[in-house]
């Protein structure tokens, strides 16, 4: 069966430092990956998809970036932090474009 | 992507059928109706998602107009874990690489 792993579940940074969030999906071959935010109290705003490896489009413009090294990888990262990117970050993936999103189990971060 | 409104809140009694709204009213004819939820500090869950018939699963069974501009989620038997907002999304099946759009959904509070 297929999984997703996203983590940390929790995490604190300090403006200014760097950020790297990892996402891996078992059980599947080339996914589609999504890496999406929510604000506390929010709905969710996509952030950034990917079809392939090396393929990346962005939603929003945004002091954030990722990166799909392997075919069954995401990361989400960032070099320096705002405090507007606190929030929870969510990786899903889906077997198709059109198929239903699969969602990992989230990462809050505080950003102070 | 069409836009979707749901009501902000509602309660539902334990064990009673939860009737969860959403209008639609300029979906096209080749777009579908997902539902997800999404439980306080988790990633959301997918649901059921349907085109023009009504369709049932283990969760929840979906029924949408026969106009297709509105459709309703139904839990049937609702408990408290059931608890969480509800998303209701329409989304084209095109051969885009598309992606789901979630709004503010419904909080579903389900009480003793």
């Known amino acids: 069966s297929q999984t997703i792993h996203q983590w940390p579940a929790t995490l604190v940074q300090p403006v200014g430092s760097p950020l790297s969030l990892e996402c891996t999906v078992e059980?599947?071959?080339?996914?589609?990956l999504y890496w999406y935010r929510q604000a506390a109290g929010r709905g969710l705003q996509l952030l950034f998809y990917?079809?392939?490896?090396?393929?990346i489009s962005s939603e929003v413009p945004q002091n954030l970036s990722a990166s799909r090294p392997q075919d069954r990888q995401f990361i989400l990262s960032s070099k320096k932090l705002l405090l507007s990117d606190s929030g929870f970050y969510l990786c899903?993936?889906?077997?198709?474009?059109?198929?239903?999103?699969?969602f990992g189990s989230g990462t809050q971060l505080s950003v102070l | 992507d069409a836009k979707t409104t749901q009501p902000p809140s509602m309660d539902c009694a334990e064990g009673r059928a939860a009737n969860l709204p959403c209008n639609h009213s300029?979906?096209?004819?080749?777009?579908?109706v997902y539902w997800y939820r999404q439980i306080h500090s988790q990633g959301p869950q997918y649901i059921i998602h349907?085109?023009?018939n009504n369709e049932t699963n283990e969760m929840a069974s979906l029924i949408i107009t026969e106009d297709r501009k509105s459709s309703t989620l139904i839990l049937p038997h609702a408990t408290l874990r059931d608890t969480a907002v509800y998303y209701c999304?329409?989304?084209?099946?095109?051969?885009?690489?598309?992606?789901?759009?979630f709004g503010s959904g419904t909080q579903l509070t389900v009480l003793p």
């Open positions: 899903a993936w889906s077997a198709g474009r059109n198929e239903k999103l699969f």
């Open positions: 059980g599947t071959s080339n996914p589609n």
């Open positions: 990917s079809v392939g490896i090396g393929q």
């Open positions: 300029t979906i096209s004819g080749n777009e579908y």
């Open positions: 349907g085109l023009k």
């Open positions: 999304i329409v989304r084209v099946a095109s051969g885009s690489a598309r992606q789901l759009t």
